[in-house]
């Protein structure tokens, strides 16, 4: 299984583009690229992923390097209800069928 | 579209009590998995049911055992609870066609003293 290296905590002004990066250097071939977020005292919450495009829904934006050896997530104009402990992870589906979860970004969004 | 709903949110258990927590999937997801976290930690993932049958499970010993009903909603058991079961109980469904879009409830948190 690829590892993740996520730094451990994040700030980002109110308004501006948060970027949130991810290290998976020993993905392999089959394995996609998730992020989750969970905001304090709640579940988490799925946000994106992808396996080597860059993809894009209302959320979030998910830049993956050409070697797929990094991630970057980004929000592109993050607000106080941002802050939250980003998690990325990187798995085989259908194969795996758990999430594995690390210790994540704690992102501080401040005004 | 009603999201996943988990019960009781809190709870107090003893040393050596059985505890069961209940989900109610998102409508329309047919697989529903369990995660464990403890304070400061992220999830841990306990196991997955699909069709009623377990379709996965971590690293965690038979007194924590599960069930899934045909409406999908789902039980999760702890017998012998511990002081280290101390924990927010995570439930999460899914579609089995889109498996790693994990909806997760808000959680039950369990204390055992």
């Known amino acids: 299984d690829a590892k993740t290296t996520q730094p451990p905590s994040m700030d980002c002004a109110e308004g501006r583009a948060a970027n949130l990066p991810c290290n998976h250097s020993?993905?392999?071939?089959?394995?996609?690229v998730y992020w989750y977020r969970q905001i304090h005292s709640q579940g988490p919450q799925y946000i994106i992923h992808?396996?080597?495009n860059n993809e894009t829904n209302e959320m979030a934006s998910l830049i993956i390097t050409e070697d797929r050896k990094s991630s970057t997530l980004i929000l592109p104009h993050a607000t106080l209800r941002d802050t939250a402990v980003y998690y990325c992870?990187?798995?085989?589906?259908?194969?795996?069928?758990?999430?594995?979860f690390g210790a994540g970004t704690r992102l501080t969004v401040k005004p | 579209e009603t999201g996943v709903t988990q019960s009781p949110t809190h709870l107090i258990k003893t040393r050596g009590q059985q505890v069961t927590l209940r989900c109610s999937s998102q409508?329309?997801?047919?697989?529903v998995s369990w995660y464990q976290q403890a304070l400061g930690q992220g999830p841990q993932f306990i196991f997955q049911?699909?069709?009623?049958?377990?379709?996965g499970r971590g690293n965690f010993p038979p007194r924590f055992s599960g069930l899934q009903f045909p409406n999908y909603s789902s039980e999760l058991n702890v017998n012998a609870l511990e002081l280290d079961d101390s924990a927010l109980y995570l439930c999460?469904?899914?579609?089995?066609?889109?498996?790693?879009?994990?909806?997760f409830g808000e959680g039950s948190r369990l204390t055992v003293l």
């Open positions: 999460a469904s899914s579609w089995r066609e889109a498996p790693g879009e994990l909806f």
């Open positions: 020993t993905i392999s071939g089959n394995e996609y």
């Open positions: 992808g396996l080597k």
């Open positions: 992870i990187v798995r085989v589906v259908p194969r795996d069928n758990d999430m594995r």
């Open positions: 409508s329309g997801h047919n697989t």
């Open positions: 049911y699909y069709r009623e049958e377990e379709n």
